[in-house]
């Protein structure tokens, strides 16, 4: 099936082709390409995932113990999610369906470090100069170098914002990037009194730089209401993880979507069924699947992930000064779901706020320097594992042989769910702002503005292969052939 | 090892002439973003760094390709045409050009599917893998870089003056190297630095 603009209408050779490639500010590999006719007409809009890596498929035959950290190289913006999400699925492999407390609370810590740390970097480093300098505003100047010539004070915030969250990731999971905290069952690792002290001096400090960074949002979006609610803005259901009771936990809870209206679609569901739910849909012209709730078809069932579906799904958040934000930000909806693009700003930053008040009260919790880090229980051989991620729900799956081997690796990852929503989101502000124009590198930033709200980690996605009618061989300076691609 | 001689204009050519900031453009090709990450983990020294130098090509700005640098950054190894052609323009326009990270010293993690048949790794994920819908196929639009069979560490396509290993390197060793290098001294890594995971 296909969606407007998806595919033109008219012979392809009869259309002029803009790519923009690669897209930048984002975290890895994707392109646009647009097709317009003479008169500047837009006939099709792509947003192409361009890399391959074949995680899914090397992951198999290896021990599940390297899981937890083979999966983090998936992604070094957040590779605490994919570290979390494949220990909790071989937390079941190995019989631990409960871990203990102290396991739970370095790893939810470990999980909020990181929420904090991409939320900043995404906010201050790679957007922020589209909202502070304007979506026009001079190529060399759009960057966190321009930001930091220009408001000196938000890039340091930014920056020791960002450095807080990858310290608290540090002292959960052995290193900033690509650490070891957590193993099937449990943890490596407990914090000592020290360690929390250290930690939690600053922790008030983050809380009052986050509530900034809400008001820094929200004010650009009082400035200009009608870009801030009309940019890129489509309806379409939405999907997140809560806790049973309701509330926003991003570390465990239970899936629930609810429709364009914010109507309940499903709720309270065990993760360990979410192939009951999502079918993944493929096209030719990207890796990145386009997954849809089974029930409802790829016409209809496609949905959002991240932070503006989860501060719209769940019933309350809960740490006080978050909470506060989020019922703002209800409020300012009128009872409906806000749907806008560039809302997913605002609602990062609430969920950056939830992340330093949750820090906070981790750190006084003394279950962190408990002595109990590993439970065990009797093998099994399947195990999902779901997080939610700084960009979504996190689905990890695995199937183990009694002889310790991966035998199956599914994978779906935050962006992978937003695929649909993200072309969609481009091709609604070419439809407004593109079509008929003469082409400026201004108006190509709209779609790359549309792409950038999303927070998508294309590195994440591109966990698949392709292959072409082709044949590239690459040689070497000397002209001595190095490789010559797969051919059909 | 380079000659010193490239960064020899720069950034002090002469005592009259005011200083040049050096040029560095830095790209991720088949990586993770992690040592692009790990740079940032040098956290506020960002900003004097900004002071001696300013990025041309990098996934932090919107400079789409590589002009005249003084440095280049390479993370992740090679595994398709379009990371070959990226690398070459690299090549072609920075005077120094460092391996950052392991994926690209060694090929990395993703190298591990280079036992594999790519024809098999392709059908499982797209014909045969869990929850796909009825019919799907391969992606095979030409807009989608062609795939290499096997990933290769970027030295196999273009010499390399510098490799900084690491899965990343930590902030901290990104900062001592690119702090020497920018003071016109041959880099070297102490004790503690220098690791491989």
């Given amino acids: ?488 | 090892m380079m000659d010193q001689q490239n960064l020899k204009d720069s950034p002090h050519a002469s005592p009259a002439a005011p200083p040049r900031k050096l040029k560095v453009a830095t790209v991720s090709l088949a990586g993770c973003f992690g040592c692009h990450m790990s740079f940032l983990d040098i956290d506020e020294r960002l900003l004097p760094l900004l002071e001696l130098v300013e990025f041309d090509r990098s996934p932090l700005t919107d400079i789409k390709h590589c002009g005249p640098c003084d440095i280049g950054l390479i993370e992740g190894g090679v595994c398709n045409a379009e990371n070959v052609h990226v690398l070459r323009e690299f090549r072609a326009n920075c005077k120094v050009l460092i391996a950052l990270g392991a994926c690209a010293v060694n090929g990395g993690l993703p190298a591990q599917r280079n036992h594999l048949e790519l024809a098999d790794i392709l059908q499982q994920v797209y014909r045969t893998g869990h929850g796909l819908a009825e019919g799907s196929a391969i992606p095979d639009d030409p807009e989608l870089p062609l795939p290499l069979n096997q990933v290769h560490p970027v030295h196999e396509v273009v010499k390399i003056d510098y490799f900084l290993p690491g899965c990343p390197p930590s902030g901290d060793a990104i900062w001592a190297f690119l702090t020497q290098l920018i003071e016109g001294k041959e880099p070297a890594l102490g004790h503690g630095l220098l690791h491989y995971d």
């Avoid at chain 1, 947003?47 to 074949?54: A, D, K, P």
């Avoid at chain 1, 071989?90 to 909020?112: C, E, N």
């Avoid at chain 1, 096209?283 to 991240?306: D, I, L, N, R």
């Fill in chain 1, 1 to 488: 099936m296909s969606f407007e603009l998806e595919t033109a209408t008219v012979a392809s050779e009869n259309l002029r082709r803009v790519a923009i490639d690669p897209v930048s500010r984002v975290e890895g590999h994707g392109k646009v390409t647009i097709l317009l006719d003479e008169d500047n007409k837009v006939h099709q809009v792509r947003l192409h995932i361009v890399e391959f890596r074949g995680f899914e498929r090397f992951i198999q035959g290896r021990p599940y113990w390297e899981v937890p950290v083979m999966v983090q190289r998936l992604c070094g913006i957040c590779p605490v999610s994919h570290h979390l999400a494949a220990s909790k699925a071989l937390d079941l492999i190995v019989g631990a369906a409960k871990v203990t407390p102290t396991a739970d609370k370095m790893r939810r810590l470990m999980h909020y470090g990181q929420i904090l740390q991409s939320h900043a970097l995404h906010f201050f480093h790679l957007s922020s100069p589209d909202l502070l300098f304007g979506f026009d505003s001079e190529v060399g100047r759009r960057n966190i170098v321009g930001v930091a010539e220009k408001y000196p004070e938000i890039a340091k915030k930014g920056i020791l914002l960002r450095k807080y969250g990858q310290e608290v990731i540090r002292l959960t999971a052995g290193k900033r990037v690509h650490g070891t905290g957590a193993v099937p069952g449990g943890v490596n690792r407990a914090l000592s009194i020290e360690e929390r002290k250290d930690l939690l001096k600053d922790a008030y400090q983050m809380i009052a730089w986050s509530r900034e960074a809400v008001q820094i949002i929200k004010e650009l979006h009082q400035q200009n209401p009608a870009l801030y609610d009309q940019f890129g803005t489509f309806r379409s259901n939405f999907m997140g993880m809560v806790a049973p009771d309701g509330s926003l936990d991003l570390y465990h809870g239970v899936l629930r979507a609810r429709d364009a209206d914010g109507r309940i679609l499903f709720d309270q569901v065990d993760y360990q069924t979410y192939d009951r739910l999502i079918t993944e849909e493929v096209k030719p012209w990207s890796y990145m699947k386009f997954p849809y709730f089974t029930a409802m078809g790829p016409e209809q069932g496609w949905y959002k992930v991240g932070p503006l579906a989860r501060v719209q799904n769940c019933d309350s958040i809960p740490t006080p000064f978050a909470e506060h934000e989020r019922r703002e930000l209800v409020a300012y909806a009128g009872g409906k779901p806000l749907h806008a693009t560039l809302a997913y700003h605002w609602a990062r930053m609430i969920e950056m706020l939830f992340a330093a008040e949750t820090i906070k009260e981790l750190l006084q919790d003394d279950d962190l320097s408990g002595p109990e880090l590993m439970s065990t229980g009797e093998r099994r051989r399947e195990g999902v594992g779901v997080i939610e991620a700084p960009r979504g729900t996190l689905f990890h799956h695995y199937q183990v042989g009694d002889d310790d081997l991966v035998t199956m690796a599914n994978l779906i990852v935050s962006t992978t769910n937003n695929n649909q929503a993200m072309n969609t989101a481009v091709r609604e502000v070419a439809k407004k702002y593109l079509d008929g124009q003469q082409i400026t590198e201004g108006l190509l930033n709209h779609i790359e503005i549309a792409i950038r709200a999303y927070d998508p980690c294309l590195s994440c996605a591109t966990h698949a292969l392709g292959k072409m009618p082709l044949e590239v061989t690459l040689v070497d300076a000397e002209g001595t052939e190095l490789d010559r691609k797969y051919k059909a």
